[in-house]
């Protein structure tokens, strides 16, 4: 089943196990460089490194299908479940959300650290001010994103 994801550009992705044949990136693997990753666009077609990798088929907006390793891609993009339905604007505004919301847990657990405690007083405040204001855009958004 196809869910919608987002990283620096929405596209749509279903895990799929390595495909039997992937393209190389260029000459170094051509080459059989040991430092290629062997899922770089580019190149001959040629055997995955490891068979039945887990990873994602990514369907990108311009029609171009490609896959990537399942690390990467988690690591890239964040889920947004089923939106394929709604419309392109409600679709961004709950991509927005979604990386506010992972903005916001990795600031909050930052400023539960030892190293938050360690900054001078008024980068803490400017931070707790940040993390206030961020917490108030959340909220617009989940208002805005329950009337989808």
């Not at 479940?81 to 979604?98: D, S, T």
């Not at 405690?117 to 993390?131: C, R, V």
């Amino acid at each position: 089943m196809t869910q919608e994801y987002i990283g620096t550009k929405q596209v749509t992705a279903w895990e799929q196990a390595s495909p039997k044949k992937v393209k190389v990136c260029g000459i170094d693997c051509r080459k059989g460089d040991s430092a290629c990753n062997n899922y770089c666009t580019g190149g001959a077609d040629r055997a995955p490194a490891h068979p039945a990798e887990p990873g994602y088929a990514v369907k990108y907006p311009d029609g171009y299908i490609s896959w990537s390793p399942k690390a990467i891609f988690e690591a890239a993009y964040l889920p947004l479940g089923h939106i394929g339905h709604l419309p392109a604007h409600q679709q961004r505004v709950i991509g927005e959300k979604a990386q506010l919301d992972d903005r916001l847990a990795k600031l909050d657990g930052f400023m539960g650290a030892p190293l938050f405690a360690s900054l001078p007083e008024p980068e803490q405040k400017l931070l707790k001010l940040q993390a206030d204001a961020m917490h108030v855009y959340r909220d617009v958004l989940a208002k805005r994103t329950e009337a989808f």
